[in-house]
């Protein structure tokens, strides 16, 4: 509304004074104070727009080519930056500097998005359109690396799954608790029940992508613990049908997260899976892993041990592959047995079986052999499956590197 516009409106609804002449006084502008206000307020609108869509608040602004420029650099950024993190040959440190740099850069463009604008029909429906697409199609650095959590410890100490730490001691402080978090991915539980109760159900609760929470739901309470349920029957003895007496510990300690991981989508596109890669698959159509009616079928993690025509052979500790000592530093770790690693073991295998990989299919098997369900339970994996490899950790902070 231009200025004269919004004169005449407020004329309607103001009444003027004349002076001695029959001259109009001055308008009051308590009106145009209040649209000031307005506009001043209407800066967020931007910053928003920008949350959604990167650069489209300065587009609103009037500055077309700052936002388009924000735009690409934030979008050639991330991409760039899977590049960086499915690159093993680049160190962890730099690929982590990057993404801090990135999520600057991110801010930087908020708060430049911080300025007074329209938003117009016509330019609503491009950002609504623009929005669909962004939601619709997937991201190009979606095609490159994915982040994956690592939940079990079937491949410890390779990779570090979720793992519950019981004590009798109380909580650290927590300044302390912040940094081990930060920094060793270590969260603390301190769950007390508030009167005699039963435990009757574990219920998963799941936050944004990484972050599962258990519901302990009791005849008489519920109870929100940052912890998955498998952790708390497993490692902390929670489970439903154990009955508290009011002030009973229920679950009193440490939880050391998953590892989080850079799956690289990519190569695999271009080059076969090498032996030895630790691949993450989906599981799907295999039979004796039952699908998840609401997530799906779930996506393991293992070591890729046997490709198509090869034929596999355990020997506890030791693992052959077409008759020969499988080679590589991942296999040798494992074979070697040095705590924490144990050496291969049969599973369901017989002494002395030769298992044949058949075509377009992997054998797989977990460096935590005497802990992980794999291919001597349940077969080989169909390539079609894979997802791609683990590049490397860059969670905890503590853990970050490439895996062998």
């Given amino acids: 509304m231009t200025r004269s516009r919004r004169e005449r409106f407020a004329s309607l609804f103001l009444i003027r004074d004349t002076d001695t002449n029959g001259t109009p006084a001055p308008m009051d502008h308590s009106f145009q104070s209040t649209a000031a206000v307005v506009r001043k307020r209407r800066r967020w609108l931007g910053v928003i727009l920008s949350l959604f869509v990167p650069g489209f608040g300065l587009v609103r602004a009037g500055c077309i080519r700052r936002g388009i420029l924000w735009f690409l650099t934030l979008y050639l950024g991330s991409i760039v930056l899977a590049l960086l993190f499915i690159w093993t040959i680049v160190p962890t440190w730099i690929c982590l500097s990057a993404t801090v740099l990135l999520w600057a850069a991110g801010l930087g463009m908020l708060v430049d998005s911080f300025r007074p604008g329209r938003l117009t029909l016509p330019l609503f429906v491009v950002f609504v359109v623009i929005l669909t697409v962004i939601a619709i199609l997937p991201k190009p650095a979606h095609f490159i690396a994915r982040p994956f959590k690592i939940p079990t410890g079937a491949m410890q100490p390779t990779l570090n799954g979720v793992s519950g730490r019981p004590t009798k001691e109380f909580p650290p402080n927590p300044l302390r608790q912040i940094l081990e978090f930060i920094v060793r991915g270590r969260n603390y539980i301190n769950v007390v029940s508030q009167q005699d109760d039963e435990v009757l159900q574990l219920q998963r609760q799941k936050f944004f992508f ?105 020997d506890p500790p030791l693992l052959y592959v077409n008759g020969q000592l499988a080679e590589g530093a991942g296999f040798k770790s494992v074979m070697d047995a040095n705590p924490p690693y144990r050496g291969y073991s049969l599973g369901r295998m017989r002494a002395g079986e030769e298992v044949r990989v058949p075509e377009n299919s992997y054998f797989v098997l977990g460096d935590n052999s005497y802990n992980s369900f794999d291919s001597r339970y349940w077969g080989c994996v169909p390539a079609e499956n894979v997802i791609g490899r683990v590049a490397r950790i860059y969670y905890p902070f503590s853990r970050a590197r490439v895996p062998q």
């Avoid at 899976?273 to 393991?300: A, L, W």
Wanted: aromatic share 10%.
């Fill in 210 to 314: 990484f972050f599962t929470w258990s519901r302990i739901i009791c005849q008489h309470q519920e109870l929100l613990v940052y912890c998955p349920p498998e952790q708390l029957v497993a490692d902390f003895r929670t489970s439903p049908g154990m009955s508290y007496r009011r002030g009973d510990v229920i679950a009193r300690g440490a939880v050391d997260t998953g590892d989080h991981v850079c799956v690289d989508t990519l190569s695999y596109k271009f080059i076969r899976p090498q032996r030895g890669d630790i691949v993450v698959f989906s599981t799907k159509n295999i039979s004796m892993i039952p699908e998840d009616r609401v997530t799906g079928p779930p996506i393991y993690e293992k070591r890729l041990v046997g490709l198509s025509g090869d034929t596999v052979r355990i």
